[in-house]
C-alpha cells in the first residue's frame, strides 16, 4: 500500500509525534493522539519516509515563499507546477496546499520540523540533497534570490547537515540546470559555462573527471533510487526532469570537445 493509503486507511504506524504528526493530522484530516510518541513503524519503512516527505517539503515550500515578505505569483506557480508534476489527487493537493500555508504561518516551528524530518530521513544523504534542491528551486522560482530567501536556505541546509560551501555549489548548480529546463524545445542554446556548473566541476575539468561527475549526478538523482530511500512516489517526475537536464549539460560538455 502506498503512504497515501496507509494515511487514508489510519495506518497506526502513521500516527507520530512531534511537529510533523501534527501537521499531518491538519493537512490530512487525522486526529493524532497527543500523547503518541514512538515510532511504529519499522526504522527503514520507506512509506512512512515519503509521508514525512511530502509534509516537510510543502510547508517549508510556503515558510520559504514567504522568507523575503511576500510571497510572490511566481513562487505560487511553481509550487502548483510541482503538484502538477506529482498528479496529485484532489484530496492530495488539498493537503500540499493546506501545508504550504501552514508554513507561511508566523509560529511555523520550522526548526523543530527540521529536526524531526532530518530524523526520518536516516542520515540518506541523497534524499535530503533532493529536499534541499526542491527548496532551493522554489527560492528561484521568481527568477532571483532574494537575501533572506538565501539566510533561510542557509539555515535550512545546515539544519539538515550541510555547510555553506556546500550550500553554494548547489545553487550554482540548480541556477544552471534550470536554463535546461526552461530550453526544454532547444530552441536557444545554454551557455557552455552553464553546462559544467550543472555538473558541478570546472570547465578545465578533464574528460574523466567530467565523466565521473555526470554518473555521480545521474547516480545521486536516479528516481528508483531515490524512492526507495523515501522520495514519495508522486516525485518520480521531478527526479526525472533532473536527470534530463544533467544528461543535456553532459551531451552539451562533449560535443563542444569534440
Excluded at 115 to 136: S, V
Excluded at 238 to 257: D, M, N, P, V, W
Aim: aromatic share 8%; net charge neutral; proline share 3%.
Amino acid at each position: 500500500m502506498s503512504w497515501w493509503g496507509k494515511i487514508l486507511g489510519g495506518g497506526f504506524g502513521f500516527m507520530m509525534g512531534g511537529p510533523l504528526g501534527a501537521m499531518m493530522g491538519m493537512a490530512f484530516g487525522h486526529q493524532l493522539d497527543k500523547g503518541m510518541s514512538t515510532l511504529e513503524l519499522d526504522i527503514g519503512d520507506p512509506e512512512r519516509t515519503q509521508a514525512a516527505f511530502f509534509t516537510a517539503t510543502f510547508s517549508i515550500m510556503g515558510y520559504l515563499a514567504k522568507a523575503d515578505g511576500q510571497v510572490t505569483k511566481d513562487e505560487i506557480s511553481m509550487a502548483r507546477k510541482i503538484m502538477a508534476h506529482m498528479n496529485l489527487s484532489p484530496d492530495q493537493q488539498h493537503s500540499a496546499i493546506e501545508l504550504f500555508n501552514q508554513g507561511k504561518s508566523a509560529d511555523f516551528p520550522l526548526d523543530e520540523i527540521l529536526a524531526q524530518f532530518k530524523q526520518e530521513c536516516h542520515r540518506r544523504r541523497n534524499l535530503l540533497q533532493m529536499f534541499l534542491e526542491i527548496l532551493i528551486s522554489t527560492a528561484f522560482a521568481d527568477g532571483t534570490l532574494h537575501s533572506a530567501e538565501k539566510r533561510a536556505l542557509q539555515h535550512i541546509s545546515q539544519a539538515i547537515g550541510f555547510n555553506n560551501a556546500q550550500l553554494e555549489h548547489l545553487l550554482s548548480m540548480i541556477s544552471a540546470q534550470q536554463h535546461y529546463s526552461q530550453n526544454q524545445g532547444g530552441s536557444a542554446k545554454v551557455p557552455l559555462g552553464d553546462a559544467y556548473k550543472a555538473l558541478g566541476i570546472a570547465s578545465t575539468a578533464s574528460d574523466a573527471e567530467i565523466k565521473k561527475a555526470y554518473r555521480r549526478q545521474m547516480s545521486q538523482h536516479h528516481p528508483d533510487k531515490l524512492v526507495s530511500r523515501g522520495l514519495p512516489e508522486e516525485m518520480i517526475k521531478l527526479a526525472t526532469e533532473k536527470t534530463q537536464e544533467i544528461k543535456a549539460a553532459y551531451e552539451q560538455i562533449k560535443k563542444s570537445r569534440l
